[in-house]
């Protein structure tokens, strides 16, 4: 899962989505394929659980499609991943593994209404400008009662100006994490490796939760864990942090249609 602080750092004019093309391999070699702790320890395996029973899957930002080859080998009969990044796409039809994949934003997916058991998207709203419309393509997609498995990295901890402080002025000197303008939206281009740019967004955790809401979609679950043991033994500075969450998932459903009671009256709002 890769760290950013949102910061004004500028890569020329390229949009998000050239960016994506240009530095595609960063992702794959570094967060695919077993390579990432968090992946591998604690995003996956808690992929696998609540998507298990889930016949048809969609994987929004599905990337080189390492979630979709999961929710394929979990036992689903349809898994559509969906990206807008060529190169990634690439890399996922040659990885195979079952899924099939179309390229396609997340705020219009080119899918049926109401037909899938199951919508994915990991680590893929803090690259999303118009949330609005890619949260009511989710809900769109899902028939009544269907699940949605959000992954983010937590808002909380990748707020504009967030990052770790060595305070030199304590004695003993002290190291802690600083909580930077965690209500503001902020769009910016991260310079995440050297010479490395992507675009994120960030926004509170309450702007995600209302679009949820308006789009229709329930939330069943909240889970903020501990950064896997993995991650812990590589990245030593955050040992003293580990009760800070790097992760968010949300489990919502699709609110199923309202049904009247047999016998029950219709009730019909005369025009004025």
């Not at 060529?86 to 209404?113: D, F, I, M």
Request: charged content about 20%.
């Amino acid at each position: 899962m890769p760290d950013h602080r949102a910061g004004d750092h500028r890569a020329g004019e390229q949009s998000a989505g050239e960016l994506w093309e240009a530095h595609a391999s960063w992702w794959q070699e570094g967060f695919t394929d077993g390579a990432d702790a968090e992946y591998t320890e604690q995003i996956l395996p808690l992929a696998a659980e609540h998507l298990a029973g889930a016949g048809s899957v969609v994987d929004v930002g599905t990337g080189e499609g390492q979630v979709a080859r999961l929710a394929a080998a979990g036992g689903a009969d349809l898994v559509v991943g969906v990206d807008p990044t060529h190169a990634q796409l690439s890399l996922a039809s040659h990885r195979g593994g079952g899924p099939a994949y179309v390229r396609a934003g997340a705020g219009a997916l080119p899918l049926a209404s109401g037909t899938f058991d199951a919508v994915v998207a990991c680590l893929v709203f803090e690259h999303i400008v118009d949330v609005d419309a890619a949260l009511a393509e989710v809900a769109r997609v899902l028939r009544p009662g269907g699940r949605f498995l959000f992954f983010l990295n937590h808002p909380l901890l990748q707020a504009p100006g967030s990052g770790w402080i060595d305070d030199h002025v304590l004695d003993p000197p002290e190291q802690y994490w600083r909580i930077g303008a965690y209500l503001v939206e902020d769009h910016s281009v991260e310079e995440v490796e050297k010479d490395v740019f992507i675009a994120f967004v960030h926004r509170p955790l309450s702007r995600y939760v209302n679009a949820m809401a308006a789009a229709g979609l329930v939330i069943r679950r909240v889970e903020e864990p501990v950064p896997p043991a993995g991650f812990l033994a590589r990245a030593q500075e955050y040992t003293e942090a580990a009760t800070i969450p790097r992760l968010l998932f949300l489990l919502a459903e699709r609110e199923p249609e309202p049904t009247l009671e047999p016998g029950s009256p219709e009730v019909v709002v005369a025009p004025r």
